[in-house]
């Protein structure tokens, strides 16, 4: 972004964006007065968007009698960062924002219509570049290659998702007809002896039952072979290194309880970002705790889960693995002390603050080469 000085603020061009698949609506502060002025553009239209962006501008420069500077924001959401790569590579300088991170008032009913928000994104950005920082954080622009690394691993847990909505639907439509009997459900075994079933009392299965059985197995033994094919592809593209940092996934999987799935998963949601200290990082992951205290009142209300939900489920399952896979290491040492008692509750709890802690251990690992205490390294 243009470095800005005390001279230059007062003419600042504070524009938000309200974007909607049908209009974008275009809120700017202007040097010459407070009043929010708005335009509304066809949604998409990137030609009416410039045009729009260049006649506020030029009205500032009438207003103001010198050069003006745009200054540009909008709600991180459906429409992705390709409209902030846009506006950067025409210099204009572009702040994506997090909208979970504004201050909104607590007074009564809110109002919600587009023109309100693009008035307070605009107040919001003012307020924000003028010095500003707690009314708003900003969100990390990602390169285009770290964006499209993202694919491959949610890809994926779609696809996975897709698969148990399959399974599941088919063992109930078996159950329906008393039918318990799923062996070679995955393998397609199943699906070559549909007509010797028998329900459960006794008679074979219906030609439409059969027939909407037959269709869903054939939809799960496609999304099957794409689940494999994007498995080999994952593959070669770490080995290529098509993935940014694609190093870092070749040194989580050397330690024993990460294979490459939760590795490609980790590196290209977080550790492919740069983190300022540990409570950086759990904040990202939405591990960090949310305490309560009012007066006479405190409690414990659970981590925040406001971060990244991807990483922090993948994290939560690296460490159950890592309980298994690494027992002698500090990390499994300290859960057992601390957690291990005759509660299955405690012990829910107590995986959440070990991926915590392992998510801390696996950042120094990968920056600072600091291997986990007492964990063990793969021999091939």
Not at 291 to 304: N, P, T
């Amino acid at each position: 972004m243009t470095d800005r000085t005390s001279n230059t603020r007062t003419q600042d061009c504070y524009v938000a964006l309200e974007l909607s698949r049908r209009t974008w609506l275009v809120g700017a502060i202007l040097p010459d007065s407070p009043k929010v002025r708005t335009m509304a553009v066809p949604g998409g239209d990137t030609s009416a968007l410039l045009a729009c962006l260049e006649q506020m501008r030029a009205r500032a420069v009438q207003a103001c009698d010198c050069d003006a500077n745009l200054c540009v924001c909008f709600e991180a959401g459906y429409d992705g960062f390709w409209i902030a790569r846009f506006l950067i590579d025409q210099g204009i300088d572009t702040i994506v924002l997090d909208a979970t991170s504004f201050l909104v008032s607590r007074r009564g009913r809110r109002v919600k219509t587009d023109r309100v928000d693009v008035e307070a994104m605009c107040n919001t950005l003012k307020a924000f570049l003028l010095g500003d920082k707690s009314v708003c954080r900003p969100v990390v622009l990602p390169t285009p290659e770290e964006e499209d690394s993202r694919r491959i691993c949610r890809e994926r847990t779609q696809l996975t998702k897709e698969r148990t909505r399959h399974v599941n639907r088919i063992k109930a439509l078996l159950n329906l007809h008393g039918i318990r009997d799923f062996a070679g459900l995955q393998t397609g075994v199943l699906k070559n002896r549909l007509t010797d079933l028998r329900t459960g009392d006794g008679r074979s299965l219906g030609p439409h039952i059969r027939r909407e059985l037959t269709r869903q197995m054939e939809r799960l033994e496609l999304v099957n072979r794409q689940i494999k094919a994007l498995e080999v592809e994952r593959g070669e593209a770490v080995a290529d290194a098509e993935i940014p940092q694609s190093r870092k996934v070749e040194m989580l999987t050397r330690l024993r309880g990460i294979g490459e799935i939760g590795a490609s998963t980790m590196v290209t949601e977080v550790f492919q970002r740069k983190f300022q200290n540990r409570k950086h990082l759990a904040s990202y992951l939405g591990l960090s705790p949310a305490h309560y205290a009012s007066g006479d009142r405190s409690r414990d209300q659970g981590i925040s889960k406001a971060g990244n939900k991807a990483a922090r489920v993948m994290m939560v399952e690296l460490a159950w693995c890592w309980l298994r896979y690494q027992p002698n290491s500090a990390l499994t040492q300290w859960y057992r002390k601390r957690f291990c008692t005759d509660a299955a509750t405690s012990k829910k709890v107590g995986v959440i603050a070990l991926a915590r802690k392992l998510a801390i251990a696996l950042w120094r690992y990968l920056e600072h080469g600091l291997v986990p205490e007492g964990a063990v390294i793969k021999t091939s």
